[in-house]
């Protein structure tokens, strides 16, 4: 069986979920009821309120992690009183493996929860913890910053085209000169 379990109310959703192997219900109190290290609450903001309801209408000693973008901690906090909560912000490239995610742990959280955070988010690339004054900042760097690398490559391999290059191998070389370049950034 999965250790992972999600809900949501689009059939289609659940269905993809299923054939990952993930269990997956329309009923967010369910998945609050499984779930034993940890709820993600992955929404859009004008749905925090409701699904924050669904997490303290089940007893769970559960961290609760939230990747609503632009919910402040407090308010999260004030929706989930007692709660262990921490506020991620992720970016696309969590999609293929290397993300580029921060995170502020909320007045109850643990030291451990701070490593499950880490654990969670590394397995699809980094997690940093930082401030959550912070994460605006973050957001401006690593959440709209693969739109900018696209555009970038773009540029580049549309100068290789200009130059005689076919536009699949200028478009090849220019995201591998990005992707190496930042390998060398990294070193």
């Known amino acids: 069986p999965s250790r992972i379990c999600c ?15 993930i269990s997956s219900t329309p009923d967010n109190t369910h998945v609050c009821t499984v779930s034993k290290s940890a709820v993600m609450l992955a929404v859009k903001p004008h749905i925090v309120a409701a ?14 992690i939230s990747i609503a973008a632009g919910i402040p901690l407090n308010v999260l906090e004030g929706h989930l009183e007692g709660k262990r909560v921490v506020r ?3 970016n696309t490239a969590v999609s293929v493996g290397a993300g580029a995610c921060a995170y502020a742990l909320g007045t109850h959280c643990t030291p451990a929860d701070a490593t499950l955070v880490e654990t969670l988010f590394g397995a699809v690339g980094i997690a940093l913890k930082v401030e959550e004054r912070l994460l605006d900042a973050v957001t401006g760097v690593s959440g709209s910053g693969p739109a900018y690398v696209f555009q970038f490559i773009e540029a580049l391999a549309d100068g290789g085209v200009r130059s005689g290059l076919p536009r699949n191998i200028a478009l090849k070389l220019a995201a591998q000169t990005v992707k190496g370049g930042a390998i060398m950034v990294e070193r």
């Open 7 to 21: 809900s949501d109310i689009w059939e289609p959703a659940r269905q993809t979920a299923a054939s990952k192997g």
């Open 51 to 64: 699904a924050c309801a669904d997490v303290m209408s089940v007893e769970s000693s559960a961290l609760v």
């Open 88 to 90: 991620v912000m992720p």
